[in-house]
């Protein structure tokens, strides 16, 4: 038997009752004060505090739901949310140790989305591993579109890597996924059914709306002496181009060793009919961790090597694969 009665709203419960739906879904117990008072307070153990942020807007970042005619669900953006902040965080070698949330939302979304939206949350800390991170507040607004803004604060045990230290004669490597969320995006803006997707598919596009971070591979990497890291979020060649800017070098991937991660993607290019390595050079949002290191380190197993930095010839710092020059105006761009 369903009820006739009205699904609730936020706007019905206001903000005070959406907090008190909220907050029993989200662990703070770590905190030395969490969501409740004016501020959240934190310990840390080191001398630096990293800091990073991220919003998700609707209709900028996600689709309610997409033209394929897949929901995306609360959950995934709550997820998101999270996964893209400690990504940053991991990038640097550190650990994320606090986050606070801002959340804005139209009046007619439902308890319901709230609830699973805090839940994605609460489960991308607790299986991405992120298991020193705990929520210590936020704000809470109306608003005309869904909007998401999470700071996450981190720590380095073994001190923080930059961009900037790639050398000529490091290998650079890469832990986590390549061109996944790019296919997924993709996969999700076709106009065909998503209901007749397979598996294979629908693991592709979850990629876009779920992505896994390899979380303890930064300060794992940063141990073993990188030089350079940064993650992977505007795509392959578009990144590792600043990161060849930073350090005043050049890089040269290896087609072969894409073409693994190429490989993968061949359901979604079955579907789409695009070039599944266009992907992997360009696609963002994978928050795969890109890392240099110098000869004769003992990369992390979890790293793939993918080719070399080299010096740059002339003032400029340039990105090949196989030795042909790419450009690096391609891949992810909020205003393009």
């Not at 604060?153 to 890469?174: F, M, N, Q, Y």
């Not at 300060?219 to 979020?233: F, L, W």
Request: hydrophobic residues 40%; aromatic residues 4%.
């Amino acid at each position: 038997m369903t009820s006739n009665q009205p699904e609730a709203t936020v706007g019905d419960l206001g903000e005070q009752g959406i907090l008190e739906t909220i907050l029993p879904l989200l662990d703070s117990r770590k905190a030395n004060l969490g969501p409740g008072d004016d501020a959240g307070a934190l310990s840390v153990k080191s001398s630096e505090v990293l800091v990073s942020v991220d919003t998700l807007v609707e209709n900028q970042d996600f689709k309610l739901v997409w033209p394929s005619g897949l929901e995306h669900r609360a959950y995934d953006i709550g997820w998101k949310s999270i996964a893209q902040n400690v990504s940053d965080i991991n990038a640097m070698g550190g650990t994320s140790t606090g986050a606070v949330i801002s959340l804005s939302l139209p009046a007619s979304t439902s308890l319901e989305w709230v609830k699973d939206f805090a839940q994605g949350i609460a489960e991308a800390i607790n299986s991405l591993g992120a298991t020193e991170l705990t929520i210590l507040g936020g704000d809470l607004g109306k608003s005309t579109e869904i909007s998401v803004t999470t700071t996450v604060l981190g720590e380095c045990a073994h001190g923080k890597i930059l961009r900037s230290g790639a050398k000529p004669g490091d290998s650079i490597a890469v832990a986590g996924r390549l061109g996944d969320a790019g296919a997924g995006l993709e996969v999700l803006e076709h106009s065909r059914d998503a209901n007749t997707w397979n598996r294979a598919v629908r693991r592709i596009a979850e990629a876009q709306c779920r992505p896994v971070p390899p979380l303890g591979s930064g300060p794992r990497a940063a141990e073993a002496g990188a030089h350079a890291m940064m993650d992977i979020s505007d795509g392959l060649v578009r990144d590792s181009a600043r990161l060849a800017k930073s350090s005043g070098v050049s890089i040269d991937f290896n087609r072969q060793a894409l073409q693994t991660f190429a490989t993968r993607l061949t359901p979604a290019a079955q579907l789409t009919g695009a070039d599944p390595m266009d992907w992997v050079l360009h696609g963002g949002e994978d928050f795969g961790l890109l890392a240099t290191f110098p000869a004769g380190t003992e990369i992390p197993e979890e790293f793939t090597v993918i080719g070399a930095v080299t010096a740059r010839s002339g003032r400029r710092s340039q990105v090949s694969v196989d030795g042909k020059l790419v450009t690096a105006n391609s891949g992810f761009d909020h205003f393009n």
